[in-house]
C-alpha cells in the first residue's frame, strides 16, 4: 500500500457515513438461489468507498450484489484497530 492510500484509508475512516453505528464493516453480499434464496458475503471492506470501488470493479463477475453494514462495536480487536487509526496511533512506516 502506498503512503497516500493509507493516508486515504484513515481519512475517510474518520470523515464516512457511519450508517448509524460504531466502526461500521462493509460487507458486499450476493444473492445465491436454491431452495431458499440467500445472501453471501462475496467481500468485506472498512470503508464505503472501497465497497463501491470494489462493486464497480467485480460487479460482472457476480449475480445481484448489495451491501450490508454491520457494526465491529463488539469485537474488541477490530474496534481497537480502528480507533487507533483513527487517533494517528498507527502509522505507514514502509511502503509495499
Keep these: 500500500m502506498k503512503k497516500e492510500d493509507f493516508d486515504k484509508l484513515v481519512h475517510r475512516l474518520r470523515t464516512q457515513n457511519n450508517r448509524m453505528t460504531t466502526n461500521p464493516i462493509f460487507l458486499v453480499q450476493e ?10 458475503t462475496v467481500s468485506i471492506h472498512l470503508t464505503e468507498a472501497a465497497t463501491d470501488l470494489w462493486i464497480a470493479k467485480n460487479r460482472h463477475n457476480h449475480a445481484e450484489l448489495s451491501i450490508y453494514v454491520d457494526s465491529l462495536f463488539h469485537c474488541h480487536e477490530f474496534s481497537a484497530l480502528i480507533n487507533a487509526l483513527k487517533a494517528g496511533e498507527i502509522t505507514m512506516t514502509k511502503e509495499s
Design 31 to 40: 444473492k445465491v438461489n436454491g431452495e431458499m434464496a440467500v445472501d453471501r
